[in-house]
C-alpha cells in the first residue's frame, strides 16, 4: 500500500516538474545509477566544462563521487539535496548511460535526455534482450504510457549505421532520436588538447612493467558470483607474469563490485576493480586486452592493440546470460582461449610479438565505427544538443 501511495506522488511530481522553466544552459549529468563519475557523461562532462554557454551539473547519489567531482573543480550536488532537485528541476538537457535512474528523473518532465549508453553492445540489451526483465509485461507497459509523457524525449547516441538500426529495437525510439557519432569516452584516446586529467598514480604503479587488463563482462548481473579463482591458476600466472616484467590488471564489471578476493601473495597480479581508476585510463594503459564478451573490447580497437577473448564458459553463457546480436567468431578479432592453458599459451604469443589479427581488427572496428566515431565526438554531439 505504502510502495503504490509512493509510486503515485512520484508520478504527480514528475508531471508537475513539466511546468519547471527549464533553462538550455543548465545541463545535467549522471552515470551508473547516481553511483559513479564515469563512462561516456564522465567525460562529456569534463568536454561541456571547457564550451562556453553550457553549466554542466554532476548528479549523484555518492558523497565520495560528489567529493571527487568538486576537487576538480566542478559543480556538483547530490540526488535529493535541496540544490541538486532545484538545478534538475531548472535543467534543459539531461544526460545519463544506463538509463533514466542515473537522475532524480521524478524532476525532470520534459526535459530532453541524451543516453550515451555504455558500451557498444556485442550482448542484446534493452528490449531485444530476451532473458532479462520482462519489459512487456502488463506493469511495464503501463509505466511506459504514463511516463512517455513527461520523460520521452530521449535521444541515444549509436557508434555507426549498423547499431543506430540495432538502437531503434533496443531502446524503442524513432530514427530521429537516434544520432550517429561515437562514444564520448574515447575521446581520451585523442586527447590533444589534455583537457582530461592525466593519471600520475597509474603510471608511477606501472613504470618498468608491461600491463595486461583482464577486464570481464559480470555474469547474470552479478547474482552470481564471477569464477575468476576456478578458472585462473593465479601462481602460475604470477610467475609469467613476474619473468616477463608484466602487471596483470584484474577490472571486474561494476555489478560484482563487492566481491572479495585475495590477491596479497601474488607480486604482479593487482585488482584493481574497487579502485575509482576509469576504464578507459586502463586502457589506454594496456599492451593487452583480455576480455570474453565485453564490449569493452570495442573501445579497445580504437587502439588497434591485441586482444585475447577467454571464453571459458560460452555455451552456458550464451543459453542462460545474454543472446548477441552477431555470430561471435566473426566479430572478436583475437585467440580465443577456452582454457587456462590456452590463455598462458596466447600470452607467450602476444608477448613473443605474434600478431595475426590486425586486418581482421581493422575489419570488425569500421563495422563498429562510423568514421566520425573514430576520433572525438564530444564537441560536435554537445554542439547537435543545444539545438534540440
Known amino acids: 500500500m505504502k510502495s503504490g501511495i509512493k509510486l503515485v506522488f512520484k508520478y504527480i511530481v514528475m508531471y508537475l516538474s513539466c511546468l519547471a522553466p527549464r533553462s538550455r544552459k543548465i545541463w545535467v549529468f549522471g552515470a551508473w ?33 560528489l567529493r571527487e567531482v568538486r576537487k576538480m573543480g566542478y559543480e556538483a550536488y547530490l540526488f535529493a539535496s535541496l540544490k541538486g532537485i532545484l538545478f534538475q528541476l531548472r535543467a534543459k538537457y539531461a544526460v545519463m548511460c544506463n538509463g533514466i535512474s542515473d537522475l532524480n528523473h521524478t524532476f525532470l ?20 534482450d530476451t532473458m532479462g526483465k520482462n519489459w512487456d509485461s502488463r506493469g511495464q507497459k503501463i509505466r511506459r504510457k504514463i511516463q512517455q509523457f513527461p520523460l520521452g524525449r530521449e535521444y541515444v547516441v549509436a557508434t555507426s549505421d549498423t547499431f543506430a538500426k540495432i538502437y531503434r529495437s533496443a531502446f524503442r525510439r524513432p530514427s530521429k532520436q537516434i ?7 574515447n575521446d581520451i584516446f585523442y586527447d590533444r588538447d589534455h583537457i582530461f586529467p592525466v593519471n600520475e598514480k597509474l603510471q608511477e604503479r606501472l613504470k618498468g612493467h608491461k600491463a595486461v587488463l583482464y577486464a570481464p563482462t559480470h555474469r547474470l548481473e552479478g547474482s552470481i558470483p564471477f569464477p575468476l579463482e576456478e578458472n585462473f591458476d593465479l601462481k602460475r600466472l604470477d610467475e609469467f607474469c613476474r619473468d ?93 582461449a577456452e582454457t587456462f592453458d590456452e590463455l598462458m599459451e596466447g600470452l607467450k604469443q602476444v608477448f613473443s610479438g605474434s600478431d595475426d589479427f590486425a586486418e581482421d581488427r581493422k575489419n570488425v572496428r569500421n563495422l563498429f565505427y562510423c568514421e566520425k566515431g573514430q576520433k572525438a565526438v564530444g564537441k560536435e554531439l554537445l554542439e547537435k544538443m543545444k539545438h534540440l
Open 33 to 65: 545509477l547516481g553511483q559513479q563519475f564515469a563512462d561516456n557523461p564522465k567525460y562529456l562532462f569534463i568536454e561541456a566544462n571547457q564550451m562556453e554557454g553550457i553549466r554542466p551539473i554532476w548528479i549523484t547519489k555518492n558523497p565520495q563521487v
Open 109 to 128: 518532465g520534459r526535459a530532453v535526455f541524451l543516453n550515451v549508453w555504455h558500451g557498444v553492445p556485442l550482448k542484446k540489451v534493452g528490449y531485444d
Open 179 to 185: 544520432l550517429t557519432y561515437g562514444q564520448p569516452r
Open 244 to 336: 616477463h616484467h608484466i602487471l596483470f590488471i584484474i577490472r571486474r564489471h561494476f555489478y560484482h563490485f563487492k566481491e572479495e578476493i585475495d590477491l596479497s601473495s601474488y607480486s604482479n597480479i593487482l585488482d584493481m576493480t574497487k579502485e575509482t581508476l576509469d576504464i578507459q585510463e586502463l586502457l589506454m594503459a594496456a599492451d593487452l586486452l583480455i576480455t570474453d564478451y565485453s564490449s569493452t573490447y570495442i573501445d579497445y580497437l580504437l587502439l588497434d592493440r591485441p586482444v585475447i577473448f577467454y571464453n571459458f564458459d560460452y555455451d552456458s553463457y550464451i543459453e542462460k546470460d545474454r543472446e548477441m546480436y552477431f555470430p561471435y567468431e566473426k566479430v572478436t578479432p583475437g585467440m580465443k
